[in-house]
């Protein structure tokens, strides 16, 4: 096979109908060129709707985020874009598949209103949905038909009968009064001249319905419920017409509909044939009308994918439970519905409850709090009926039926897996099995919640745009999955409330649910860290200067809390949440000082502001922030360390915190530090004992004073708390608390526990950089570290990723002390290769590369042994047993 350009995008989109972005830039991959070939210029080929089509040439070996050859293109205007390289062996690929990019409309294009079918809904409880249904003609010259749309609520459209998107839960949740994402659909394919039929389900969703914990509110965004649409036909000479929609509006088959709750629906009250031509409507009503002026300035294209039912997945196990529910096993803990075909009587009711996991034997509903997450289907009673809920979306494994019809009969249910369509680019192998199943949870807990904004957890009532979780998090993320559109999008909401708001919260979108409103670090430094790791990882300096005014707002609040000291000991913090060692109903109440913690966070974040203002120019304001973060470096020193190199909070989190900060004098205070950092470590048994902050650095920490075979102790402890402590209890997705089910099977009587929280699972970062070897040395990848270091006994390790440049793949094996690696660079990228013997590193272009040394590391040997602790249980229970 030749060389080829595969894979390519508009900006961070690989389905660009409908961008705000009127010259995206372009990124492709190179695949199948022979070793050491490389890309020496590229052509673009853009055939657009106002222009003759034209070529451009490039002599430039960019592959990532190339700037948009010619003159921006118009609001509508559709280009079908190709590419094609030439190679530094001279040869030309062939010209790569299309892409379709199209821009969406301008604000003052919008001369639709809303259309409403409720103004108010009565206080509480889940409301009911509604249809609308517009008939309106397209001309026969019509040459494209376009629907744009948005809703105050969730929707779902159908034109003519028929599904016109597969986007689950659009617009999606987003911080409304600032920013409300709208839909291109493309209505081509499913109108006919003539006359023609839009459908749309509504419901509450985030905009009306009950967000938030302490019971939630109601009516976030506004009382209403409604739809914005504007119809457009295009014709052969390029003149676009807007299509005059005529609405009517009844109650939805869905009687309650609720994100937390769950949905009913009864289907005695669907009313066949609604949303195509020919249906009577006399009796429907005529929607309200919003004047779209007040909203006009937040519509805006989604710079991510939308949310979709991504998998399906069938159950492993089905129990028939006396009192006549049925319960399935998935098999997996996942966001998503279940979905069945059945057949039943009119009026009789199936109820389906969803739970993460069981506890003595029944389904574990009290961690939902008052997420109480049951649908409810009203059977029509005419045939096989088909089900899945519409606007509701649950976090669960287990599910039980109440009420199915079809006794043995199982073979139609299943579960849909929905979150945010994203491409998995991030994979990770090792010769241990519950290291990789370890790994497989943390991606399906990204997965899971990452549902259009990065969220804590699916299941329960929160679901919200933590900002620690994901400030941890994020390199973990953008290795594993494409995520950037979806944290692009979602750090415009933290900035746009940020400045209106005069301060970080520490979630975003923001509630008023009784949360403190004052930030807290590590997860106000999300606003920095966020960005300059999306920079970090993919390249794209076009988000640092998006958000540097955000960043720099941030390190500035900080720095007037410390008074100009750079000591933050003031106000509310949330420091190492989680700390095990934190009594189950106070997790904020950590060994380490959350003051310590919070002068860490703030040097870290005044440091990567100074390299922000630096990649972008402005020495000035690099110097400024240079200040700031030595400032506060030496506040941390002078307040929390011993010239010796000891921390006063004395824990595994300060220590590490320290040492990954670069908050020691020199390397003699970091050796004195590394040294009570082993120490803390062993004597805690390689147990965890550290919270959000701590956790994603130990093993790094360690690392870095040469402590790799401790961080391997650390990382393949199975007690609890470990990370592989509840991979043996069974756990598919990463917990929010080290021991949200105990190891008798009890679940934490605390009355925040989930099963599926990612923030814990960051360590994975630390998987692919350090156990296999990949890590950035220059922004997206172009530079890379390959520096494995194997421990731990294990045999083998690999990690691939493809990155900007292309697939990037670390592969290790261990025979004795003999130590190979193979590793694979892409096109355009570089990597410096060191080997675990500390002999000098080398050099290695694209293509694929052998490297071996003899090696054995301390890590191969057995943990110290450990101490037993008579007031641990499972230690006594050991005990008992005559193990110890
Ligand atoms: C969330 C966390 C979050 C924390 C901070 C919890 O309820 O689930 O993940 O970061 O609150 O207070």
Redesign the pocket.
């Known amino acids: 096979m030749g060389a080829a350009v595969v894979d390519l995008r508009a900006e961070h989109r690989t389905d660009a109908l409908g961008i705000d972005e009127r010259a995206p830039r372009l990124s492709w991959r190179l695949e199948g060129c022979a070793p050491g070939v490389e890309q020496r210029s590229y052509e673009v080929s853009v055939d657009r709707d106002a222009q003759d089509p034209s070529t451009v040439r490039a002599a430039s070996a960019d592959v990532s985020l190339v700037p948009w050859p010619g003159v921006p293109l118009e609001p509508r205007e559709r280009a079908s874009v190709r590419v094609r390289a030439t190679l530094s062996d001279d040869s030309t690929t062939a010209w790569s598949e299309p892409l379709t990019v199209e821009v969406g409309l301008g604000a003052e294009d919008w001369l639709e209103d809303f259309v409403s079918p409720s103004l108010t809904a009565a206080a509480s409880g889940p409301r009911p949905g509604w249809l609308l249904r517009a008939t309106f003609s397209v001309p026969a010259s019509a040459v494209r038909v376009r629907a744009y749309v948005t809703a105050h609520g969730v929707y779902d459209l159908e034109v003519n009968g028929t599904a016109a998107s597969d986007a689950v839960l659009a617009p999606g949740w987003s911080s409304y009064g600032h920013r409300l994402r709208y839909q291109t659909l493309d209505l081509g394919p499913a109108t006919t001249p003539g006359e023609n039929v839009l459908g749309i389900w509504l419901a509450d969703g985030w905009y009306r319905g009950r967000i938030g914990?302490n019971g939630g509110l109601w009516d976030v965004y506004g009382t209403d419920v409604a739809a914005l649409v504007q119809v457009e036909a295009r014709h052969a000479d390029g003149t676009v017409e807007r299509l005059p929609l005529r609405w009517r509006t009844a109650p939805a088959p869905i009687t309650a509909s609720g994100l937390y709750e769950g949905e009913t629906h009864d289907a005695r009250l669907e009313q066949p044939g609604w949303s195509r031509p020919g249906f009577d409507d006399a009796l429907w009503e005529r929607p309200a009308v919003l004047p779209r002026r007040s909203f006009l300035h937040a519509l805006e294209a989604s710079p991510g994918p939308a949310v979709r039912v991504v998998e399906t997945l069938a159950p492993v196990s089905v129990e028939h439970r006396p009192g006549g529910r049925v319960r399935l096993d998935l098999g997996q803990n996942v966001s998503g519905t279940i979905r069945f075909t059945a057949s039943a009587p009119a009026g009789h009711v199936l109820r389906l409850h969803h739970a993460e996991v069981l506890e003595d034997g029944e389904l574990s509903v009290r961690p939902l709090r008052s997420a109480t997450s049951v649908d409810e289907y009203v059977f029509a009673g005419d045939g096989p009926e088909t089900w899945t809920p519409r606007f509701t979306l649950h976090g669960f494994r287990y599910v039980e039926l109440e009420g199915w019809p079809a006794g043995e009969d199982l073979g139609t249910v299943e579960a849909l897996v929905v979150h945010s369509a994203m491409r998995r680019t991030g994979w990770f192998g090792s010769s241990h099995d519950l290291l990789d199943r370890f790994h497989e949870n943390v991606v399906w807990s990204m997965r899971d919640n990452f549902v259009d904004l990065p969220t804590?957890?699916p299941q329960r009532d929160?679901r919200?745009g933590?900002t620690?979780?994901i400030q941890v998090f994020a390199p973990a993320a953008s290795f594993l999955h494409d995520s950037t559109g979806v944290l692009l999008s979602w750090l415009r909401d933290v900035k746009a409330e940020q400045r209106d708001q005069g301060t970080m919260r520490?979630f975003h979108p923001w509630l008023e649910c009784g949360?403190p409103a004052e930030p807290a670090a590590a997860?106000g430094d999300a606003a920095v860290v966020v960005p300059w790791t999306l920079y970090e990882r993919t390249g794209d300096v076009q988000v640092l200067r998006d958000h540097v005014e955000s960043m720099a707002a941030w390190v500035d609040q900080v720095e007037r809390a410390t008074g100009g000291t750079g000591l933050w000991d003031t106000g509310f913090q949330?420091g190492d949440?989680l700390d095990p060692a934190a009594p189950p109903d106070n997790p904020?109440e950590s060994r380490t000082d959350p003051h310590l913690v919070a002068t860490a966070y703030h040097a870290r974040s005044s440091a990567l502001l100074a390299r922000t203002w630096d990649v972008l120019g402005d020495a000035r304001r690099a110097q400024a922030a240079t200040a700031v973060a030595a400032r506060a470096r030496r506040a941390f020193r002078d307040t929390f360390v011993s010239p010796a190199g000891r921390v006063v909070s004395d824990t595994v989190t300060a220590l590490s915190v320290a040492i990954c900060f670069d908050l020691l004098d020199d390397e003699a205070q970091v050796r004195v530090a590394g040294e009570r950092l082993v120490e803390l470590v062993r004597e805690s048994d390689h147990l965890i004992s550290t919270g959000?902050v701590g956790t994603p650095l130990v093993c790094d920490a360690l690392t870095r004073v040469g402590a790799a075979d401790t961080a391997y102790h650390l990382l393949l402890q199975t007690r609890c708390p470990s990370w592989l402590y509840p991979v043996t209890m069974g756990a598919t997705t990463v917990w929010?608390r080290w021991d949200s089910m105990l190891p008798d099977g009890s679940v934490n009587p605390g009355e925040?526990t989930?099963f599926n929280?990612y923030?814990l699972g960051a360590v994975v970062d630390f998987m692919h950089r350090v156990v296999a070897g990949i890590a950035p040395a220059a922004p997206g990848y172009r530079e890379i570290d390959v520096a494995p270091r194997p421990g731990g006994g294990l045999t083998h390790a690999s990690a691939s990723h493809l990155s900007p440049q292309g697939l990037i793949r670390v592969e290790w094996r261990r025979d004795g002390d003999r130590f190979d690696l193979e590793v694979e660079v892409p096109p355009g990228a570089r990597a410096t290769v060191h080997l675990p013997d500390g002999s000098a590193p080398v050099e290695v272009g694209p293509g694929t590369t052998h490297h071996a040394c003899r090696w054995r590391g301390a890590s191969d040997d057995p943990p110290l042994p450990r101490r037993w602790n008579i007031h641990d249980p499972q230690d006594r229970a050991l005990m008992e047993a005559g193990a110890a």
């Open positions: 914990f804590d957890c929160e919200l933590w620690g979780d520490n949360f997860w949330l949440w904020g959000f929010e925040m989930s929280h923030a």
